[in-house]
């Protein structure tokens, strides 16, 4: 089964600080990761994925199968990177629907 | 394109009530999805189509749940008869394909209360 668990429900930070944003999940065979994030009054969106090794806004995260973790990483956070962040698990063969963590609320204090 | 459209943006009604949540995808789309977003839960997926055809609604949480896709362009979450406990944030999402290899594009979500 797949399962995806985000632990803190609520991370706040203060502007210039590194954030990271936990994600853990359980797969039997070779996942795909993706972070997607919802700003205040805008829909949820795509913010990464691990297949494409790349940094949006700052933020990277590196898929650690010995871990089963998929952190979300930025070394110097902004007030307007407070947001809902979800880490979210297909199947490889991405024939398989996305699975949602809880969420975690990231807050960044000025 | 305007993205995934959901309406209403808010429902309010009593329990017992049968509630009707619609969704447009992006044309071109295949695949749909509903979630529900609550503070203890998540998102959680209902319900996902793909080219019209439901292909695991395992996750709708009851019989009072049903979703229909009549056409490429519209779908129907509706819950009949609506309880307290449902009272949630709604979300469409549609994607190329259903597999998660597929960004998917959200509405806006319709937020339910059930009194």
């Known amino acids: 089964a797949q399962r995806v668990t985000q632990p803190e429900k609520l991370l706040s930070v203060f502007k210039g600080a590194p954030v990271e944003l936990k994600c853990n999940y359980s797969?039997?065979?070779?996942?795909?990761l993706f972070w997607y994030v919802q700003y205040s009054r805008q829909r949820l969106q795509l913010l990464l994925r691990?297949?494409s090794r790349e940094s949006i806004k700052g933020f990277t995260a590196d898929l650690n199968k010995g871990e089963t973790s998929f952190h979300l990483k930025k070394p110097f956070a902004q007030e307007e990177d407070s947001a809902m962040y979800y880490c979210?698990?297909?199947?490889?063969?991405?024939?398989?629907?996305?699975?949602f963590g809880k969420g975690t609320r990231l807050s960044v204090i000025a | 394109d305007a993205g995934v459209i959901q309406s209403p943006r808010h429902e309010v009604t009593e329990m017992g009530q049968e509630v009707t949540l619609r969704c447009k995808p992006i044309?071109?789309?295949?695949?749909l999805f509903w979630y529900r977003q609550t503070m203890m839960r998540g998102l959680e997926l209902l319900i996902y189509?793909?080219?019209?055809?439901?292909?695991?609604d395992s996750g709708m949480p009851e019989d009072r749940f049903s979703a229909k896709m009549p056409n490429a362009s519209f779908s129907t979450l509706k819950i009949q008869p609506s309880e307290p406990r449902d009272s949630a944030v709604y979300f469409c999402?549609?994607?190329?394909?259903?597999?998660?290899?597929?960004?998917?594009?959200f509405g806006n979500g319709t937020r339910l209360t059930v009194t």
């Open positions: 999402a549609s994607g190329l394909s259903f597999g998660g290899n597929s960004p998917l594009h």
């Open positions: 797969y039997s065979g070779s996942p795909e």
């Open positions: 691990h297949i």
């Open positions: 979210a698990l297909s199947g490889h063969s991405g024939n398989t629907p996305l699975v």
């Open positions: 044309s071109g789309h295949n695949s």
């Open positions: 189509f793909n080219n019209n055809v439901p292909i695991d």
